[in-house]
Nanobody, 115 residues
Framework: QVQLVESGGGLVHAGGSLRLACAASGRRTSDYLMGWYRQAPGKQRELVASITSGGSTNYADSVKGRFTISSDNAANTVYLQMNSLKPEDTAVYYC?????????WGQGTQVTVSS
């Protein structure tokens, strides 16, 4: 079992930055593929970024060049640095840990970007 707790969300103006954190307990984040997802009102949950235990990253086209995912194995925490935020980035952001067949989700943190 992995427990995931997100933090760092909030209200920011367009062009601003936020850093989300996903603190894991119960197991090491390095044992899992870790990712950040987001879900805007009326839309499906979508993958924003992911990172493997080896440090390979993957990003949605909409956030490439603006968001950076990273992992601090000593702190058992995964981060999402979000720069140049846009109103369309407004959503609840969720952390996910998965290794087939198990998947774990955090409770989510709200990010609101005002124009």
């Amino acid at each position: 079992q992995v427990q995931l707790v997100e933090s760092g969300g909030g209200l920011v103006h367009a062009g601003g930055s936020l850093r989300l954190a996903c603190a894991a307990s119960g197991r090491r984040t390095s044992d899992y593929l870790m990712g950040w997802y987001r879900q805007a009102p009326g839309k499906q949950r979508e993958l924003v970024a992911s990172i493997t235990s080896g440090g390979s990253t993957n990003y949605a086209d909409s956030v490439k060049g603006r968001f950076t995912i990273s992992s601090d194995n000593a702190a058992n925490t995964v981060y999402l640095q979000m720069n140049s935020l846009k109103p369309e980035d407004t959503a609840v952001y969720y952390c996910r840990a998965w290794r087939f067949p198990a998947t774990f989700w955090g409770q989510g943190t709200q990010v609101t970007v005002s124009s």
